[in-house]
Every structure is written in C-alpha cells, then in structure tokens.
C-alpha cells in the first residue's frame, strides 16, 4: 500500500477549513502509487456530494512545489484534463501536511484500462493527448530539470554497480552512454516540458477515449519524443518486452498528426526507445535492490518489477523501431 503519510481527522478537517468547498464526508488513501501519498475526499456542500484528490509530496520540498502548480493550472486553462490544484480562499493552493508538501484536486470520472487490455483505440487516443499536451505547454514559462534525468541515471548507474551482474551492469553503463553520445550529436530535437511518467495507469478512460492524464509529477523540460518513447514502451509492449506494432502505429500515427515529427526525431527515435527503458529499469532496481530512498519506509515501498524493463530495453536494441513518414 502506498500510503506513506498516515493523515488523521483532524488533519484532513484543519486543511479543508481553509477552503470554500464543503464538509468532510470521508476520505480514503488510494493504494498502488509508487512516489507520493494519495487520498480520495468526498465533501458535501448544498446537500451534494463532490469527490476530490488530495496528493501529499514524499520526495518534494516546498520549493519544488511552484513549477507543478503553475503547469497544471497552466494545461487545465489550456483543456487538457490533467488535475489542477483548488485554491483555498485566500489564493493559496500549496498546502504542508506532516511537513510535506500537499495539493487539493479535483477527482476525474472514468477508469483505468489494464495494460494486457490497451487496444490500438486507446493507444491512439492517448498518442492525441500527449501531442495536445506538448502543444499547450509549449510557452510555459518555467523550466525544470527532470530529478530522474540525465544527471540522476548517470550517478546513479555507478551507484548500483556492486549489485547487478556484470552483464546487467554493462548494458546500463552502455545505455548511459548512448545517450550521452546522442545528446552531443548536431541535432535540433525539440524540447518543451514533458510528463515523464505518462504509463497507462496513469490514464483515466471513457470507453476507449482518454478522459484524463493524471500524476504530472515527473514532468520537467526534455526532449518531447522521449515522452512518447517512455509511453511507447509502455503502452505497446507484450509481457516479453516485444512490441505490439498496430498499437505502437496507431499511437505514433495519432501524435504525429497533432505534431509533426522532425527530420532529426526520425534519427533519434530508435536510441530514445532504449533509453526510455533503461530510465524506468533503473528506477525500478534501486528499490528492488534494497536502496534506501529518502521520505520513506523501506518496508512499505511498492516494488515493481525491474526485469519487465530489461525485456523491453533488449527487444528495444534486438528490433529497432522507426517513426510513420
């Protein structure tokens, strides 16, 4: 279960006193998040029910906080259906609880789709709405740097070394490196503010329509096709790591008619597929490993399963995938 703040009455009753939305009915942590503290809230105001999100930041600090709060207040005037934070009555969204960051949002309708059950109708939606999503950030005016990014997977790929294989060690120093020596490549890729994390259980549908992006906070300024490389990944793979490829087409043919590709993504699309994978394997060792991640209990850590990202990364550099023309 990730609930790793445990919040009280009380303290669920002092936060919503500072807003104009209601009583407290009840509330509930939501299980299966892996980095932050998530409740469900449902308050009723005029005789009326209305459901809420409450997010408490494990990893954040206060000062971390603005960049999220602007972007999505930032896509939600722009209609893209990520949850935007509620301003309490005096104009203040970013609220501390247990000296963690926290964000009231609105709670969207619609349901998760298992990954074994994605269809090319839901890869393509979700390929539409990453595209509208890049679009409508485009002149957002902060910039962040991802804090599992370029800097994070080189130091910590050493970090991890007296614990892998010396075959698993080597694929991730190789990996590491590829990226490296792409980014030093005379390439003008595009960069613009991602999600960064944008998996299919991070998706709300109705029927087979994107209803909602939820869990912006890995967002920061890439480079806009490793988004898409990181959902590709995800949404179009099979158990073995191989690739679906009616979903993968429908997905990147969906993006591609909101925004075209550049001649230099078209180069650059196989190297990023792989580092995708290798961001999300890393990611998935350090806690599988047992390194300890600061704001949390060991004990209570959701661990997912690195080896599922290998497969994908090996297939990844096996079989080379290319962009629709």
Same mark, same amino acid.
């Given at each position: ?97 247990? &000296?963690?960051?926290?964000? =009231? ?9 298992? *990954? @074994?059950? !994605?269809?090319?109708? $839901? ?109 590709? &990944?995800?949404?179009?793979? =099979? ?9 993968? *087409? @429908?997905? !990147?043919?969906?993006? $591609? ?69």
């Amino acid at each position: 279960m990730a609930v790793y703040t445990q919040l009280s009455q009380d303290d669920m009753t002092n936060l919503l006193a500072q807003f104009d939305l209601g009583q407290l009915v009840s509330y509930k942590g939501i299980e299966g998040g892996i980095e932050n503290t998530n409740y469900f809230v449902t308050l009723e105001q005029n005789n009326q029910h209305k459901d809420y999100v409450l997010t408490v930041f494990e990893e954040f600090s206060m000062d971390d906080m603005p960049f999220f709060v602007e972007l999505t207040t930032w896509l939600a005037e722009r209609q893209i259906p990520v949850p935007f934070p509620y301003k309490d009555r005096n104009g203040i969204a970013l609220k501390k609880l247990h &000296n963690r960051p926290a964000l =009231l949002q609105p709670r969207f309708t619609g349901h998760h789709v298992a *990954q @074994a059950d !994605l269809s090319p109708e $839901h890869c393509a939606s979700i390929g539409t709405h990453l595209a509208k999503f890049h679009l409508a950030s485009e002149n957002f005016y902060l910039r962040r740097q991802a804090h599992r990014g370029v800097f994070w997977w080189r130091r910590e790929s050493q970090n991890i070394q007296r614990y892998l294989s010396k075959e698993d060690g080597e694929l991730l120093a190789q990996e590491v490196r590829l990226f490296d020596e792409l980014r030093e490549q005379p390439w003008g890729l595009p960069m613009g503010t991602i999600h960064g994390d944008m998996f299919h259980d991070n998706a709300l549908f109705e029927g087979n329509q994107v209803s909602a992006i939820l869990d912006v906070y890995n967002a920061a300024t890439a480079f806009l096709l490793f988004d898409l490389a990181i959902v590709a &990944n995800d949404w179009c793979t =099979l158990p073995d790591g191989k690739v679906d490829p009616a979903r993968e *087409q @429908a997905l !990147l043919k969906a993006y $591609h008619a909101e925004r075209p590709f550049t001649p230099d993504e078209y180069k650059a699309w196989p190297q990023l597929t792989r580092t995708a994978a290798m961001r999300f394997w890393l990611s998935r060792l350090i806690p599988a490993c047992g390194v300890e991640q600061a704001g949390r209990q060991s004990g209570d850590m959701v661990i997912k399963d690195p080896d599922e990202l290998k497969r994908i990364l090996q297939q990844r550099i096996a079989t080379p995938s290319s962009l629709p023309s």
